[in-house]
């Protein structure tokens, strides 16, 4: 990729995304269906989730918004699809003009993908195609998106680590469709795989934050950090307590600034060495979810990113 693709533009650069999809819980909990191999969920202690995960929703939307990321604020006023928040499960977008759709593991998760959002994504923007990797598929097979994958589009690189949200077949499929490399890797917390890829770490423009300390394979380890030490990256390791508080779960987005947009709790479990580092590349912004975070994921986890090109005026439009 030449350098000019990380000039920011309406569309943001290569890594960074400048708008992005937020989806509105209005029945929000966290869900018994995935709990057996989420090992970052935890159950609600009582009381009402449904009204804070709404408000925290809004906070993002609106804090996104004031930095100068558009956001496209889609509601959800079911009961029946609990995880629709972590819309980047369902689909990525990308800058050739592809959308693609995923099929997702748990049963009761296979009704968030939303052909509202799929029409609005093709008004607002340039869409060339649409791969619908779920199509056929058995149900429970599943690639999970921008959580079973971290993509580092500037190098055509999907890092991923195994699990069953991961199938490998399809993991080939989008590897060729999309002509991307994977760099596959197993990660355990306390003998535990890691479910998704995007809980571990973050590839930005510059800077990526890794847990190499859940890898399992010294090899692998030396050469998921070699990949991103080749694509011009900061390395920057983050220990197993900070993976534990979301800190990898995070997403480099375009607005007024370069922006790494996390949750609060993840920013205090930054390391300073990490901080230090990550500041000299991007603007921390922290916003504030726990309830979301119950469900075993965070503020990374809740946006779709929009890497395709606005559409003539479009940028006016909401």
């Known amino acids: 990729m030449t350098a000019t693709l990380d000039t920011p533009t309406s569309t943001g650069t290569a890594q960074a995304p400048a708008a992005v999809v937020l989806v509105r819980p209005h029945h929000f909990r966290p869900n018994p269906e995935t709990v057996a191999d989420n090992s970052f ?21 609106a ?7 558009r956001v496209h604020l889609v509601e959800d006023t079911g009961h029946t699809t609990p995880d629709s928040v972590f819309c980047n499960n369902w689909f990525s977008t990308h800058p050739d003009g592809t959308v693609v759709v995923y099929p997702m593991h ?17 008004r607002d923007y340039v869409v060339t195609r649409t791969l619908d990797l779920g199509a056929g598929v058995t149900p429970g097979t599943a690639l999970e998106g921008t ?6 589009h500037r190098s055509r690189t999907a890092f991923v680590c195994r699990s069953r949200r991961t199938d490998p077949a399809l993991l080939q499929r989008f590897c060729r469709e999309l002509e991307f490399e994977p760099v596959v890797v197993d990660a355990e917390d306390d003998g535990v795989p890691v479910y ?32 991103l030490e080749g694509s011009g990256r900061e390395v920057v390791d983050l220990p197993r307590e900070a993976i534990r508080n979301f800190a990898g779960n995070c997403l480099e987005l375009q607005g007024s600034q370069r922006l790494l947009a996390l949750s ?3 920013e ?31 503020v990374r986890c809740t946006l779709g990113g929009i890497h395709l ?3 003539s005026g479009s940028d006016r439009q909401r």
């Open 268 to 298: 205090r479990a930054l390391p300073d060495r990490v901080r230090a580092v990550v500041e000299n590349h991007v603007r921390l912004l922290p916003v504030p979810v726990p309830t979301l975070e119950l469900a075993g994921g965070s």
């Open 147 to 152: 959580g079973a994958m971290v993509l580092d």
């Open 41 to 61: 969920q935890r159950p609600a202690r009582g009381g009402d989730t449904a009204g804070p995960a709404h408000a925290e929703v809004t906070t993002l939307a």
């Open 196 to 227: 998704h890829t995007n809980v571990l770490m973050s590839v930005g423009t510059d800077v990526a934050l890794v847990g190499t300390g859940l890898l399992t394979d010294a090899g692998q380890r030396r050469r998921l950090v070699a990949a």
């Open 106 to 122: 748990a049963e009761n998760r296979r009704g968030e993908r939303r052909a509202d959002v799929l029409e609005l994504l093709a």
């Open 264 to 266: 609060e709790r993840a």
């Open 309 to 311: 090109t606005p559409r």
């Open 63 to 69: 804090t996104l918004e004031a930095h100068g990321v």
